[in-house]
């Protein structure tokens, strides 16, 4: 059995419908009880009379009912907005307040959404509360309705919610089976919370495909003692992170093809693949292929892939990102014709019809190309026969272990805090990848900090920042230093702080 997204229903295949569809951090399910699950879900929401378009919220962390949400949402038109639990309680209220939802769908007895009228829990009764107002929030667009929405870090502090239509999902699990060279049934691991689009990897086309998906919670993702032996016992064969993940686990000396004979694909995107990951993993897993993929969220996971093989390693340094899908086309923005490197734009049905209530933003980012939807990256790419070269970025969006970031939205929080009076937050890199990061604070007149008051401070953020977005350290200066167009001089700050001179 298998999940058809165009159809928006389960259909039969070859495969019996007894094979693993979803091990979860609750339980698992096979496909026949995913699909009564998904089934009895439907008729919930139908009897409860939301409307086509109206906004739902899902949240929860790695159990096979938000994968049961997320395939209700999907049957019933209703554009889903997947929210992890490491979301913290203030950012996840902004979320819905922005979004309108009426309506919450979550496994979790506890959850940040008191706000919320409607709240559909995974077993037990539905709780109604006051009047669900779902006129202010229906986004029902028939010629191609919005499959998810998914919130990242916005630059003024406000989260941009990326919205991804039908006609994009088809477009990226056609490009998936034409240029992927997946065979036969595959058992998906799972990351990346649900929040990140990089999840739509392996979630999207385990289901797509009628294959087995394996969720794993943070905290079993983070001990290789309890997630080698689960992805092990489920027979996995796909690996889907970001780099700096899989960077991480080849400190274990067991994470081999000896010890892991069914993996055969390891499929990464979201950030650079350092040369030296790739060699170590060839080596460690010389029957596996290692694809790399880059593409941003606004474009529906990947848009560019190539197969790192043992002589793509060899010639380059730093890698190739890949060429672009068969349906999209990449043009280079270039500030000069003679320029190598340009900005990327993305253009093709994989693109998003943009962020969710936000004009003036769109109109800065999404334009049409030969009446094909187009994106503004922000990502400096140059192609070298016909393979695309990754250059950093042109603003100031990071990725810090993978998590894009922008450190406007930070500096925006940590504005708000008491006795702030400006505030800048400055990556530290180490070769070009961002190690942590740091906030710079400059108080108010007569306030003196000691450590335990910037400690305090700092816990602060804790409740309006995922805890990956919170500066390691806070310090403290008296004036920023100014480049001559007038702008914070990060890299002077840097060059203090190093110095010890802040
Ligand atoms: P996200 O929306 O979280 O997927 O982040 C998208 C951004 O991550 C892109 O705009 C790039 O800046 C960066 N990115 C994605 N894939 C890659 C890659 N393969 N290599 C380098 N950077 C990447």
């Known amino acids: 059995m298998r999940f058809d997204f165009q159809l928006r229903a389960f259909a039969q295949t070859d495969s019996g419908t007894d094979q693993l569809a979803v091990l979860g951090s609750d339980h698992s399910m096979n496909w026949e009880a995913l699909q009564l699950a998904v089934q009895e879900r439907m008729l919930q929401l139908q009897a409860s009379e939301i409307p086509t378009g109206h906004p739902v919220l899902i949240y929860g962390h790695k159990e096979a009912h938000f994968v049961v949400n997320v395939l209700a949402c999907i049957s019933l038109q209703l554009p889903y907005i997947p929210i992890d639990i490491n979301v913290p309680k203030a950012r996840c209220q902004r979320i819905a307040k922005r979004s309108g939802s009426q309506v919450l769908l979550t496994s979790r007895v506890e959850h940040p959404f008191e706000e919320v009228p409607i709240i559909f829990p995974s077993s037990g009764p539905i709780s109604r509360k006051g ?46 089976d034409r240029d992927f060279g997946l065979v036969g049934h595959a058992t998906w691991i799972n990351q990346a919370p649900f ?26 993702l983070n001990d290789p003692s309890t997630f080698f032996p689960r992805i092990q016992r489920a027979n996995a064969s796909v690996w889907v ?5 899989a960077y991480r686990y080849l400190a274990a000396p067991d994470f081999t093809g000896a010890h892991f004979p069914q993996l055969h694909t390891f499929l990464f995107c979201g950030e650079t693949l350092p040369n030296r990951t790739a060699r170590l993993l060839l080596e460690r897993f010389p029957k596996a292929r290692v694809l790399n993929s880059y593409g ?34 990449l043009l280079l923005e270039k500030q000069d014709p003679n320029d190598e490197w340009g900005e990327i734009i993305i253009v093709g049905n994989n693109v998003s019809i943009g962020y969710f209530e936000a004009p003036e933003l769109n109109a800065q ?12 990256t922000g990502d ?32 925006h929080q940590m504005g708000q805090l008491p006795g702030v009076k400006d ?49 390691s350290e806070l310090c403290v200066t008296s004036e920023f230093p100014y480049t001559t167009n007038h702008k914070v001089d990060r890299k002077a700050l840097i060059d203090r702080y190093r110095k010890g001179s802040l």
């Open 131 to 176: 009047h669900a107002n779902f006129s202010q929030s229906i986004h029902h667009r028939p010629e191609d309705p919005i499959r998810y929405i998914i919130f990242t870090s916005g630059s003024t502090g406000e989260p941009k919610g990326v919205q991804i239509t039908a006609s994009a999902v088809s477009s990226y699990l056609e490009w998936v």
């Open 195 to 220: 929040s990140f689009d990089l999840s739509v990897y392996d979630l999207y086309i385990s289901l797509h495909r009628g294959d087995s998906l394996v969720l794993s919670t943070a905290k079993q």
């Open 241 to 245: 992170s970001t780099p700096s993940a």
């Open 296 to 329: 941003p969220t606004e474009a529906t996971v990947a848009t560019t892939l190539v197969d790192v093989t043992a002589e793509v390693v060899a010639h380059h340094d730093p890698l190739p990102v890949g060429a672009p899908k068969f349906s999209s086309e």
């Open 365 to 376: 980012k999404f334009f049409l190309h030969q009446q094909k939807r187009a994106f503004r």
């Open 380 to 411: 400096l790419g140059k192609l070298e026969n016909g393979q695309l070269f990754f250059g950093g970025r042109n603003d100031d969006q990071i990725k810090l272990n993978g998590f894009r970031i922008e450190l406007g939205d930070i500096s």
């Open 423 to 471: 505030a800048v937050v400055l990556p530290l890199k180490q070769r070009e990848t961002v190690k942590r990061i740091i906030g710079i604070l400059i108080l108010e007149e007569g306030i003196s900090p000691d450590q335990s008051y910037l400690d305090r401070l700092r816990q602060r953020l804790f409740d309006h920042l995922p805890a990956y977005m919170v500066p």
